[in-house]
Protein backbone atom coordinates (compact mmCIF):
# COMPACT_ATOMS: atom_id res chain seq x y z
CA UNK A 1 0.00 0.00 0.00
CA UNK A 2 2.80 2.22 0.71
CA UNK A 3 4.50 2.08 -2.63
CA UNK A 4 1.18 3.00 -4.47
CA UNK A 5 0.00 5.90 -2.18
CA UNK A 6 4.22 6.96 -2.79
CA UNK A 7 3.52 6.58 -7.07
CA UNK A 8 0.32 8.24 -6.78
CA UNK A 9 2.05 11.19 -5.20
CA UNK A 10 4.92 10.85 -7.07
CA UNK A 11 2.93 11.45 -10.19
CA UNK A 12 0.75 14.12 -8.57
CA UNK A 13 3.16 16.34 -8.19
CA UNK A 14 4.57 16.09 -11.13
CA UNK A 15 6.83 13.57 -10.71
CA UNK A 16 8.62 15.14 -7.78
CA UNK A 17 12.05 15.15 -6.81
CA UNK A 18 12.56 12.77 -3.53
CA UNK A 19 13.18 15.51 -0.52
CA UNK A 20 10.08 17.18 -1.88
CA UNK A 21 8.20 14.02 -2.16
CA UNK A 22 9.36 12.97 1.48
CA UNK A 23 7.73 16.20 2.73
CA UNK A 24 4.82 15.69 1.41
CA UNK A 25 4.06 11.98 1.98
CA UNK A 26 5.49 12.76 5.78
CA UNK A 27 2.30 15.25 6.01
CA UNK A 28 -0.37 12.82 6.01
CA UNK A 29 1.61 9.10 6.35
CA UNK A 30 3.45 7.69 8.62
CA UNK A 31 5.40 5.35 6.11
CA UNK A 32 8.89 2.98 7.42
CA UNK A 33 11.93 3.58 5.55
CA UNK A 34 10.11 6.29 3.66
CA UNK A 35 13.21 7.93 2.27
CA UNK A 36 14.13 4.44 0.68
CA UNK A 37 10.92 3.88 -0.69
CA UNK A 38 11.21 7.24 -1.92
CA UNK A 39 14.39 6.74 -3.61
CA UNK A 40 13.81 3.63 -5.26
CA UNK A 41 10.02 5.11 -6.85
CA UNK A 42 12.10 7.94 -8.41
CA UNK A 43 14.48 5.86 -9.60
CA UNK A 44 12.27 3.44 -11.07
CA UNK A 45 10.11 5.92 -12.78
CA UNK A 46 9.84 5.11 -16.25
CA UNK A 47 9.01 8.82 -17.19
CA UNK A 48 11.69 10.62 -14.42
CA UNK A 49 14.24 8.15 -16.46
CA UNK A 50 13.16 8.98 -19.45
CA UNK A 51 13.56 13.10 -18.46
CA UNK A 52 16.68 12.60 -17.73
CA UNK A 53 18.07 10.79 -20.43
CA UNK A 54 16.31 12.87 -22.90
CA UNK A 55 17.90 16.06 -20.79
CA UNK A 56 21.40 15.02 -21.21
CA UNK A 57 21.54 14.26 -24.84
CA UNK A 58 20.32 18.01 -25.29
CA UNK A 59 22.91 19.51 -23.52
Known amino acids: MSRLVTNYNHIKHGHSGKQHLITVLAQKYWIPRISRLVS ?4 TCVQCIWQLDHNHKRG
Open 40 to 43: NVVK
